[in-house]
Every structure is written in C-alpha cells, then in structure tokens.
C-alpha cells in the first residue's frame, strides 16, 4: 500500500521557470491538500479540494495553482517560480475532515535560484 | 489571529519521561491533532483529541483542555527513536488545520 505519493522529491528552478508537482493517493480518500514547509515555521496550507473536480485556495495561495481532474491525483504548478518559493512541498489526503487524521507523502525539496 | 504555541527544542534522557506543550488561540474548535515529524520525512499521525480528558496509546498520552486552550504530549519510556519534531495542530471553524512550528526533541543516552 503506497499511501500518498509524491513526485518529484527534489528539484532545482530558476526563476521564472515553471514546474509542476505530483501528488498521487491510493486510499480513496475525498480530500487532498498541498502544504509548505519553511524552518521556524507550522506547515502552511496552499490549496486543498474536498472531491474530484474541486479545488479551494489556502492560507498562502499567491503563486500557484493546483488541479484536481481525477480523484487519486492532486497537481501543484509554479507559472514563473520565485526564491521565496524555496520550500519543502507536502501533499497530504484525509477521508473526511472531522476527526480524521491527514496522511502526508514524503515531501518534495524545491530550490528556485 | 490564530496561533499555536510550542517550545522550539527540548532536550530528555533515554528512558525518562517528557511531556510537551501546545497552546492555542484559533477561531473555533474542532479537535486537535499530535504528528511526529523525523528528520527529512513526512509528518505521521500520533493522536486526536476533540473532548477534555487524556487518551492514551502506548507509550504516549495527549491531553486536552478546551478551556484553557492548552495540550500536552506525553512520552515514557524514552527511546533514541523518539528523536523527531512533534507537530501540534488545531482544526478552526472551517475544519483547516492550523499548525505550530513543532517541538525538536533531542533524547540523549
């Protein structure tokens, strides 16, 4: 059982290059999320979707956009990435948004130059 | 604002016991979450807690006081595995999480 898988998990950009991220799940689970981690700092949300075909914006939305075209696959762009998105990328799935606990994928290291 | 508060690092002993605290100010409530994050890797889930009152798996506990706005982790018997970021979590009133910077936990022989 993969869990929740992504895609890279390590890429270096210039700026002004775009990129996409992958997030694939095998639980069946309704909603994904993309988060970002920087040092000193909680995981921040960028976008989420509640089912296929939906997605909602996060606390830190500015700069990228996310698709959620099948239900086990949530994608993250960067259109013109910047240095401030250096960052640890986490996508994560839950079943349901109550008490159930969200199962995060091994992180993608991405350094824009 | 929303807030949650944690110490940046401790430090503890193999064997001993070490618990952790989490304070938070979030626009709603609707529980609370504990994950353990090691070095370079995803963070895994730990426990839930949504009513007041301990829960208990194992080894670790996690606390709750609604009123206080306030969680602790606790961790017995101590073991160099142990040695990982503990991330506190709140989901607010939109059912968000709202995360702390994590606790660094250093166990030492």
């Known amino acids: 059982n993969a869990g929740v898988t992504q895609t890279p998990k390590f890429r270096v950009l210039k700026t002004g290059q775009s990129m996409t991220l992958l997030c694939a799940q095998d639980?069946?689970?309704?909603?994904m999320y993309w988060y970002r981690q920087d040092p000193g700092m909680g995981l921040r949300l960028i976008h989420y979707?509640?089912?296929?075909?939906?997605?909602a914006k996060g606390e830190v939305p500015d700069g990228y956009n996310v698709s959620r075209l099948k239900k086990q696959n949530f994608l993250l762009g960067l259109e013109s990435a910047a240095p401030s998105q250096t960052s640890v990328y986490f996508c994560?799935?839950?079943?349901?948004?109550?008490?159930?606990?969200?199962?995060f994928g091994d992180g993608t290291r991405l350094s824009i130059l | 604002g929303q807030n949650i508060d944690q110490p940046t690092e401790m430090t503890a002993t193999e064997g001993a016991i070490v618990q952790i605290n989490c304070t938070y100010q979030?626009?709603?409530?609707?529980?609370l979450f504990w994950y353990q994050q090691h070095a370079g890797e995803a963070p895994t889930f730990l426990s839930y807690?949504?009513l007041d009152g301990l829960e208990e798996k194992g080894r670790f506990s996690s606390f709750l006081s609604r009123s206080k706005g306030y969680s602790y982790l606790l961790l017995k018997e101590l073991q160099m595995k142990d040695s990982a970021s503990y991330l506190c979590?709140?989901?607010?009133?939109?059912?968000?999480?709202?995360w702390g910077a994590g606790t660094k936990l250093i166990i030492k022989p």
């Open positions: 639980m069946n689970h309704e909603y």
């Open positions: 979707s509640v089912g296929e075909g939906t997605t």
């Open positions: 979590a709140v989901r607010d009133s939109n059912y968000q999480l709202i």
């Open positions: 979030t626009s709603g409530f609707n529980g």
């Open positions: 994560a799935s839950s079943y349901g948004q109550e008490h159930q606990p969200q199962h």
């Open positions: 807690n949504v």
